[in-house]
């Protein structure tokens, strides 16, 4: 570990390679695990705190697994969290089982190998180190301890060298000199300026007098004896009280020499532990001073009331019973302050919790959710309990805040109950006469008084309602199918049991006559099962706004095709059509998409009708028909007659695959033709097969 610290603090925490080879059998991934959940010096070891617990199983609730993204949020490590969670569950489950178990399965057993090495503490090392070991302590502090590198060492070098080459020149041109020998040493031509032989940025005075009176001056007198280190360092803290420390002695002498008491109570002072009164801090008042003083009116018209009877000499037990005095009152109720309520363990909640979520069955069982206690899902941090202290002043003996179910009068031996979850409005009074009545002293303009007031009867209801018994019986009513009829039955015969064979064919006519009715409501093509188009032509229709206008007749007439229009849509979505020698199910032609048909009814509404307007809408087309017959000397025609003019009609009548749609035969060329035909014998292939 110290090796690896120092090499993080030498080649940085990038260079995992570089710091692993200084290691003996570990790995570059090892060292940067080490580094990351032990070593690094931002990671907190302490005690989990209780906010920390509860933040943890917060955001392992939020966020299962991923121990990456809490770690960051919680300021621990991803081990330190996942481990923290294992023992909290194993914790709860203890506490829930209430057995007590000194076997953790976490504890590694004698020849178990760690998984996880990197987040535990260091081990000594050991006195007798292998020989690799050794080898690489050495390497590593003679690594570590070289802080110049290679460039430092070669220039390093080449100075030696170049030094090593100038005294060998400056020896050779001696011994020459002494030979006799003169050599004329090159000068090198420096470039830029020669600072030995020249003065940089020189300015050369102008010739003349100048007056020197002025560069003279006084010469400095050092005092080297303040330079000395106590000095520049200034007094120690230490000297300062022993000083200080000094002159209590002394005081203190000459106190006891002329005040000896106070003396002793000063010494005897200093010697306890003093601690510093901190400020006392305390809500804001719930009681103002007027309503203080309103309470010390009542109470006193009370008691002048009480005197004026006495005074009077009026002995009625109903007075003295309604005016009796306050002081006499028990006070032991109003002195003890009630106890908050029992808090629960939320870090044991939330720990039940994600043990029961974790070992939940497969939802394919079915049955009840898995019982959990209340959890919150509001946001990241978990919310904060605040227990707070109930309020005595908001509940008196004599005056309950409002007119519930228990009255203005108490009764014996009972601790009237505060309001819960109530903001205090005005002072509660001791008023036994009912002078001041809770309605009388209502303030309804005010609109914060009034949501008060609602606010405490839906409470007061809410615990009425709370305090009903639970039920004891709980009842489920099914109505069967056909309950009538079978009340009916019940009526002719009880003895009689119908057989199952005779329910399920009554159960199946019934069946089959909504199946009719249904039918019946279905337009006479579908009833028939007759051919339909696969798509639909709205082309038929002619603009509205067109010169010259429409007649009453053709306007007739485009509404009639607009309703036909409408309920091919509606047939084509709801009953398609699938001719019987259709084996696979495929529709044949060119169906169009079910969102076209969808999009066109939402624009036009398909118009439902009952039976009785359909068969009057029959009657007189049935009308029409014979006064048209009648005007125009039609005769009844056969039904030879009619399929022999359907045949020719037909056969003048040709379908144009390219251009999708119908033509007169005659109209058509002959490449329309050959297309048509190659188009009939297509579909008339595919209803074969």
Excluded at 583 to 607: C, M, P, Q, R, W
Excluded at 609 to 627: C, R, W
Aim: glycine share 4%.
């Amino acid at each position: 570990d110290e090796i690896l610290k120092a090499a993080v603090m030498k080649y940085g925490k990038n260079q995992w390679s570089r710091i692993a080879s200084l290691l003996h059998r570990k790995s570059a991934k090892q060292c940067k695990a080490r580094w990351y959940e032990w070593l690094d010096p931002s990671i907190k070891k302490t005690e989990w705190s209780r906010e920390e617990e509860e933040k943890l199983l917060h955001l392992a609730k939020l966020m299962p697994t991923q121990w990456r993204t809490i770690a960051p949020i919680i300021g621990r490590t991803a081990a330190q969290c996942l481990e923290h969670y294992e023992f909290l569950l194993d914790k709860a489950a203890q506490r829930d089982n209430e057995e007590e178990t000194t076997d953790d399965p976490r504890k590694l057993k004698p020849g178990e190998i760690d998984p996880n090495p990197e987040t535990k503490p260091a081990r000594p090392d050991p006195i007798d180190m292998d020989e690799d070991e050794l080898e690489m302590l050495s390497e590593a502090r003679a690594r570590l301890a070289n802080t110049q590198g290679k460039k430092a060492k070669r220039k390093a070098r080449e100075k030696q060298l170049e030094e090593a080459r100038r005294l060998a020149a400056l020896q050779k041109r001696r011994e020459l000199r002494a030979a006799g020998i003169e050599i004329q040493k090159k000068r090198k031509k420096k470039r830029g300026v020669d600072y030995n032989a020249e003065i940089p940025f020189e300015k050369k005075p102008a010739l003349g007098f100048y007056d020197t009176s002025e560069e003279n001056y006084q010469a400095l007198d050092a005092d080297f004896r303040k330079l000395r280190q106590q000095d520049l360092d200034g007094e120690l803290r230490s000297e300062k009280e022993g000083r200080d420390r000094k002159k209590d002695k002394q005081h203190l002498k000459r106190k006891k020499e002329s005040d000896l008491p106070s003396a002793i109570l000063q010494t005897s002072g200093v010697s306890e532990f003093t601690k510093k009164r901190s400020k006392l801090v305390l809500p804001a008042p719930q009681i103002s001073d007027a309503e203080l003083q309103e309470v010390v009116k009542v109470g006193q018209a009370s008691e002048i009331a009480r005197q004026t009877a006495e005074e009077s000499g009026i002995t009625n037990s109903a007075s003295s019973t309604l005016l009796s005095e306050y002081n006499v009152t028990n006070n032991s109720i109003a002195l003890r302050t009630p106890r908050t309520p029992a808090s629960q363990d939320r870090i044991l909640q939330e720990a039940q919790n994600l043990m029961a979520l974790t070992n939940v069955d497969t939802p394919l069982k079915g049955g009840l959710n898995t019982p959990l206690h209340e959890s919150d899902f509001s946001g990241v941090t978990p919310q904060r309990q605040v227990v707070q202290t109930p309020n005595t002043v908001l509940s008196t003996p004599f005056r309950t805040p409002s007119h519930g179910s228990e009255g203005l009068t108490p009764r014996s031996g009972t601790t009237p109950k505060p309001v819960i979850n109530s903001t205090p409005g005005r002072t509660p009074l001791r008023d036994k006469l009912n002078i001041n009545p809770e309605d009388g002293m209502a303030d309804y303009s005010d609109p914060s008084y009034v949501k008060q007031m609602e606010r405490e009867s839906r409470e007061h209801l809410r615990l009425g309602l709370l305090g009903l018994p639970a039920p004891k019986n709980d009842f489920e009513i099914v109505l069967p199918e056909n309950a009538e009829k079978e009340l009916e039955d019940r009526e002719i015969d009880d003895t009689y049991i119908e057989d199952a064979a005779d329910v399920d064919a009554r159960k199946q006519a019934i069946r089959d006559a909504e199946r009719v009715k249904e039918m019946k409501r279905m337009h006479k093509a579908v009833q028939k099962d007759l051919p339909r188009p696969s798509e639909v032509n709205e082309t038929i229709l002619r603009p509205l706004n067109v010169e010259p206008p429409l007649t009453d007749l053709q306007k007739s007439e485009e509404l009639i095709k607009k309703e036909m229009i409408t309920m091919l849509h509606y047939d084509l979505l709801h009953h398609p059509y699938e001719p019987s020698g259709n084996k696979k199910g495929k529709t044949v032609g060119f169906g169009t998409n079910n969102a076209e048909h969808i999009s066109y009814l939402e624009h036009n509404t398909y118009e439902k009708f009952s039976k009785e307007e359909l068969k009057k809408a029959q009657d007189v087309l049935v009308q029409e028909m014979e006064v048209v017959k009648q005007g125009m000397s039609h005769g009844e025609l056969s039904s030879e007659a009619y399929n022999q003019v359907w045949e020719e009609c037909y056969s003048q009548v040709l379908y144009l695959p390219g251009q999708s749609r119908y033509t007169r035969a005659n109209l058509a060329s002959k490449k329309d033709r050959i297309e048509s035909l190659e188009k009939r014998l297509e579909v008339g292939i595919l209803l074969k097969f």
